[in-house]
Nanobody, 123 residues
Framework: QVQLVESGGGLVQPGGSLRLSCAAS????????MSWYRQAPGKERELVAR????????NYAESVKGRFTISRDNAKNTVYLQMNSLKSEDTAVYYC????????????????WGQGTQVTVSS
């Protein structure tokens, strides 16, 4: 049974930091690219950050570059999102995503989603 379980969300003041974690099970974690998406009320879900299966390649949305860092620990089947200098516009539900790419960023065969964790940035 595949599971992606996010944790680490919560309420934080503007300028603060949070670290999200996503613990994976039920599939070969080290062969999947992992991503964090977010969805704010009334908006579409958007990609925040992505990291390749081995961890050597990472991509970020322009809005979070220089503030967020994605990382993974394949020994622990866990992906992280370190979020610094948080802004009110970062408020959203953050989702963990796993994809098995057969052609990097072009074609994938399997995809899994977590249930999401709420991040609220407010004073």
């Amino acid at each position: 049974q595949v599971q992606l379980v996010e944790s680490g969300g919560g309420l934080v003041q503007p300028g603060g930091s949070l670290r999200l974690s996503c613990a994976a099970s039920g599939f070969t974690f080290s062969t999947y690219a992992m991503s964090w998406y977010r969805q704010a009320p009334g908006k579409e879900r958007e990609l925040v950050a992505r990291i390749s299966a081995a961890g050597g390649i990472s991509n970020y949305a322009e809005s979070v570059k220089g503030r967020f860092t994605i990382s993974r620990d394949n020994a622990k089947n866990t992906v992280y999102l370190q979020m610094n200098s948080l802004k009110s516009e970062d408020t959203a539900v953050y989702y963990c995503n796993a994809r098995y790419y057969t052609v990097w960023l072009v074609k994938f065969t399997n995809e899994y989603w977590g249930q999401g964790t709420q991040v609220t940035v407010s004073s």
